[in-house]
């Protein structure tokens, strides 16, 4: 029992670091989505500087690989050129606004911005050569896209409710395992990888990423552990870069969507980026981090009260996901149904938003969103109508074949 609760102690200890950060590059984020003129970022990606503004605007978006995939391949399908749609791929996930104020919290300033200009050069590099390899065709026409209306400040609130939506599992095992490491490895625990040289402690961190799924901001507390336990910065920077650029899930999305040539341009970046950044880390600031590292103070209002609110999110999201699940399994008993086909959603944050407003409906029992067939599946005496207009009205377009 005793240990239970210093374990959770510890836990806690962990969300009043990040919380703060957290809340605070999202509702950045979700000011951007305000302000910047919708459709934007589907639009133009062409050539030399149409990989720039690809990158430009994906390295400030907080997206990790669940939603940067769909968006990419959709920039594709919209028109965008292999090296803008890949430049994107590349840059978006090592970072964002959220990840940004998270890594400097943890891991300070000199490191978060590093690790910016990792996640743009890596990406225009990616691009650049994208672009003079061969491509894979996967449908390029471009559709007319219903007048977007107005985003309002309420639009923007919930955009950045969905940011936090999409990785909250994510976070949540980042928390555990975070918690986990600072509490039960003794300091130096990973000195054995910096006995074998900085070298090994690298490839190491490369070995481990490349294959995983791993969130850039959920992921910056079990980094900041393991660089804690003994682990070099600079295997931290290839930790962030290649694990939330590269996965099985990401590297087939590439194959499919681009082909071989460009998926080992795409691969071959990020693995030599990764590296070059770790080392380059490593020579600038040396152990400047390590001094750093968990020395926040954590009893201040605002940072009790992010970690509060925070808690309370990822709590509504687990009882929203639980509520979801079961919606999916009255659909699938379901025999009187409604499918209508969805355009315009680009990540898991869209598709949970829609069956959160279909589940509204007046008439509507169950609903059930699917991001890969893009279709909406409703049970219940709504009719098709009614649900068309409420997708619709969520900023989507809706069709019935």
């Known amino acids: 029992m005793v240990l239970m609760l210093a374990y959770f102690n510890e836990a806690w200890t962990v969300m009043l670091d990040l919380s703060m950060w ?12 305000v302000w910047v003129p919708a459709g934007l970022i589907q639009r133009q990606f062409t050539g030399v500087t149409g990989v720039f503004k690809a990158v430009g605007l994906g390295v400030p978006l907080p997206l990790c690989s669940c939603g940067v995939i769909p968006t990419a391949l959709g920039l594709k399908r919209d028109g965008a050129s ?8 590349t840059a978006t996930p090592q970072t964002g606004l959220d990840s940004l104020f998270v890594s400097a919290s943890f891991l300070g300033w000199p490191f978060a911005l590093l690790k910016v200009l990792a996640a743009l050069v890596t990406g225009v590099t990616t691009g650049l050569l994208a672009d003079r390899v061969g491509s ?16 309002t400040v309420s639009d923007g609130l919930a955009h950045s409710i969905d940011l936090v939506r999409m990785i909250w599992r994510w976070l949540v095992f980042g928390v555990l395992v975070s918690a986990a490491l600072s509490y039960f490895l003794p300091v130096g625990a990973f000195s054995t990888l910096t006995g074998g040289g900085l070298a090994v402690a690298l490839i190491a961190a490369l070995l481990i990423s490349l294959p995983l799924y791993v969130c850039t901001t959920a992921s910056v507390p079990i980094a900041a552990a393991l660089v804690a336990s003994g682990m070099p910065t600079g295997a931290a920077m290839i930790f962030l870069m290649a694990g939330p650029a590269t996965n099985v899930a990401t590297l087939g999305a590439v194959f499919r969507g681009f082909g071989v040539r460009p998926m080992m341009v795409y691969v071959g970046t990020i693995v030599l980026g990764s590296v070059v950044f770790g080392l ?8 400047l981090v390590a001094q750093v590292t968990h020395t926040h103070e954590h009893t201040s209002a605002l940072s009790t009260g992010s970690a509060v609110g925070l808690t309370g999110l990822l709590g509504w999201f687990a009882a929203s996901d639980l509520r979801a699940w079961m919606s999916r399994r009255a659909v699938a008993r379901a025999q009187h149904r409604v499918e209508v086909n969805v355009e315009g959603m680009t990540c898991s944050g869209c598709s949970n938003r829609l069956q959160r407003v279909l589940l509204e409906v007046d008439g509507v029992v169950s609903a059930d969103v699917q991001l890969e067939s893009e279709k909406a599946v409703v049970c219940g005496t709504a009719s098709v109508g009614l649900v068309c207009e409420a997708i619709n009205q969520a900023g989507f377009k809706s069709r019935v074949d």
């Open 136 to 151: 894979a065709e996967i449908g390029s026409a471009v559709e007319e896209s219903p007048t977007p209306r107005q985003r």
């Open 22 to 33: 957290l809340l605070l590059g999202s509702s950045i984020a979700g000011a951007l989505h």
């Open 280 to 287: 380059g880390y490593e020579w600038i600031f040396g152990d």
């Open 82 to 89: 292999n090296g803008a749609a890949l430049g994107f791929m």
